[in-house]
């Protein structure tokens, strides 16, 4: 076989993992790790992560956000509260839709958008190399 052609198939495999995980990833960790009954700083308002939210707070942390999927209503005033949790300055940046907000460590500051458009938006932080350190998002439009 053309040693091309494994090559190209083998970043292939690669690419496929990793949108795998990008997407999946959290699900996936849900369903390996044993969850305690009791959540006292990180429990969902409407009591499912995956459940359509009108307001949120993102905590950003060094280099992480929780949570890393939001679920919102395509056309629905959707509410974002970015607190920084970490020990630089961060931002939560939606790609797709011209959104953005950065603050200082200890600090919080909320931002409101309305989805014009349904599907999937990558939301990361801006900040220097923090995107490549892992600070992404996924923002879901139903």
């Known amino acids: 076989m053309n040693k091309n052609v494994i090559?190209?198939?083998?970043?292939?495999?690669i690419v496929v993992i990793f949108a795998f995980y990008f997407l999946f990833g959290d699900k996936v960790k849900s369903t390996m790790t044993p969850k305690s009954d009791v959540s006292p700083t990180r429990m969902s308002t409407t009591g499912n992560r995956h459940a359509p939210v009108?307001?949120?707070?993102?905590?950003?942390?060094?280099?992480?956000?929780?949570?890393?999927?939001?679920?919102?209503v395509h056309g629905k005033k959707l509410?974002?509260?970015l607190k920084n949790i970490g020990k630089n300055p961060h931002n939560l940046t939606i790609k797709g839709m011209g959104a953005s907000k950065t603050v200082q460590p200890g600090q919080s500051d909320t931002f409101t958008l309305t989805p014009e458009k349904s599907g999937m938006f990558q939301f990361s932080c801006t900040v220097d190399s923090h995107a490549s350190k892992g600070m992404v998002g996924v923002l879901m439009i139903q």
């Open 7 to 13: 090559i190209a198939a083998v970043i292939g495999v």
């Open 79 to 81: 509410s974002i509260t």
């Open 54 to 72: 009108s307001e949120i707070t993102v905590e950003a942390n060094d280099f992480s956000f929780y949570p890393s999927t939001i679920v919102a």
